[in-house]
């Protein structure tokens, strides 16, 4: 055998949804990817049906099914994540059959008592019948670890599963919350919705409604009878119809355990700033003060940014399949890293661009300057390794992976810099869309994927664990 041309030992090539060369993630890695990447809604690259389609197809492949099941947890209960986990507990309910550990699963991956319903609903609707025993004992052992009050609130009428039709399926463990919804006594939920409805039921007039609307608002706000997503969705609400209890709400919305305990995606609050940004009519201090706490909110949200020593190039993809939520993210994170460490802005399309930005600037500022001022294109991972000028000891890529214009894939380029620079990054390929390719071989690099805070924690062990995202999801016990 020769010397230097040796057989090709990666064998993992394949080409990305943009028609471009590509590798392709290991099943596990693309799974998880996908679990914490996905709305169950339209891509750029991928629509709805394609997606459910894709993670019934991997976990057809994939021959460890707890880990699919430690998976499905994992983005539930950690990231937030739910129509797909949902997906992947119905397809665990039709395809595994005699574990042990199944039990255990249809239990933890209840996070809500409507849970329950979404996975049932969606067993049926694909043809399944014949609930498995492991699924009726798991949900019959979640379901009594929910309070009276949970089970008003999610204990809704002409839906395909309710929670009544669960508990005649899976008979659980009797107590006096599970008796009364039995019975049809549960105490009606003081939530906003039920109580934004009542006013608009009890007022006769405009007049009378307002009043309603604003006693409403000022019982959940005063009395904290508000989930705090709840909260954030209806800031515009609370503050156009009862301004006055908003220095309370703008207490809870920076209440540090509240926003850790809520899951909510810090997208989130960008959204619930521009709603902000849209009030008219209203006074201008109380709208000042409500922009102030949002983006005190969303720095909390995203505290844990790893503290990385030497310096770090964050390189963000603003390709034209980058365009909405994926760059919104993307700008997001970029911030933050830029914010938290010694960090070079860089964004990439067919063409590669530093971008100077004030760490001392607010987050959102930043994040809107390079929501702004990053102009569109084609999808060149080359362009990065030929614009990168200093020798840094990381490189953080924020992309759907989708790179094309190029005939091949950038280990060549990448090579190259590192022997002009005399430099050796690690990298980190940050999917945001789990499309399930990589632009690098996966032995390259550091993969994760998700729009949580939890992120950012793998970050840190990623460092010391290439396949970190992996392995925290291998720790969850079945």
Not at 111 to 127: C, H, N, Q, W
Not at 131 to 152: C, D, H, M, V, W
Not at 353 to 364: A, I, K, R, V
Not at 421 to 449: H, R, W
Request: charged fraction near 30%.
């Amino acid at each position: 055998m020769g010397k230097f041309n040796q057989p090709n030992t990666i064998t993992n090539r394949t080409e990305n949804l943009a028609g471009g060369e590509a590798f392709q993630e290991t099943p596990k890695l693309e799974f998880a990817s996908i679990l914490l990447t996905s709305f169950v809604k339209d891509q750029f690259y991928r629509e709805e049906n394609d997606t459910v389609t894709r993670i019934v197809e991997l976990l057809g492949k994939l021959p460890d099914k707890k880990f699919a099941a430690k998976a499905a947890i994992f983005a539930r209960t950690k990231y937030g994540m739910r129509s797909i986990s949902h997906v992947v507990a119905a397809e665990i309910a039709k395809s595994v059959k005699g574990e042990t550990w199944t039990k255990s699963f249809f239990e933890k991956i209840i996070y809500r008592p409507d849970d329950m319903g979404e996975i049932l609903a969606y067993y049926y609707k694909s043809g399944a019948k014949n609930e498995p025993n492991s699924l009726k004992k798991g949900f019959a052992k979640a379901i009594t670890k929910f309070s009276e009050y949970q089970l008003a609130k999610y204990n809704k009428k002409g839906i395909d599963v309710s929670l009544l039709d669960i508990v005649n399926l899976v008979h659980p463990k009797s107590n006096e919350a599970l008796a009364k919804l039995i019975k049809g006594t549960l105490s009606a939920p003081d939530t906003w919705e039920v109580k934004l409805t009542q006013a608009g039921q009890k007022a006769k007039t405009e007049e009378e409604k307002e009043t309603f609307k604003k006693d409403a608002w000022k019982d959940l706000i005063e009395g904290k009878k508000i989930g705090y997503f709840a909260l954030l969705r209806n800031l515009r609400n609370i503050l156009e119809q009862a301004a006055e209890v908003m220095p309370k709400a703008l207490e809870l919305l920076v209440e540090e355990n509240l926003i850790k305990k809520s899951l909510v995606l810090p997208f989130r609050f960008s959204t619930a700033i521009k709603e902000i940004e849209d009030v008219t009519g209203v006074d201008t201090k109380l709208t000042r003060d409500t922009l102030i706490a949002l983006n005190k909110a969303v720095e909390i949200s995203l505290s844990n940014v790893p503290k990385f020593d030497g310096l770090t190039l964050v390189v963000l993809d603003t390709s034209g399949s980058m365009g909405g939520k994926p760059k919104e993210i993307g700008s997001l994170f970029s911030a933050v890293l830029i914010k938290s460490n010694n960090a070079d802005f860089m964004y990439f399309n067919d063409h590669a661009t530093y971008m100077n930005l004030n760490p001392m600037d607010s987050l959102l500022t930043i994040t809107k300057r390079i929501e702004n001022e990053t102009d569109s294109g084609g999808t060149n991972f080359d362009v990065i390794f030929e614009e990168a000028n200093k020798p840094y000891d990381r490189i953080i890529i924020l992309s759907d992976m989708q790179g094309w214009i190029n005939d091949d894939v950038p280990t060549k380029t990448f090579e190259a810099y590192k022997k002009r620079t005399g430099g050796n990054p690690k990298i980190f390929s940050f999917d945001l869309a789990g499309y399930g390719t990589l632009q690098m071989p996966q032995e390259n690099v550091y993969c994760l994927a998700g729009f949580s805070e939890k992120v950012f924690d793998i970050i840190k062990l990623l460092e010391e664990d290439r396949n970190a995202l992996i392995t925290e999801i291998e720790k969850i016990e079945l």
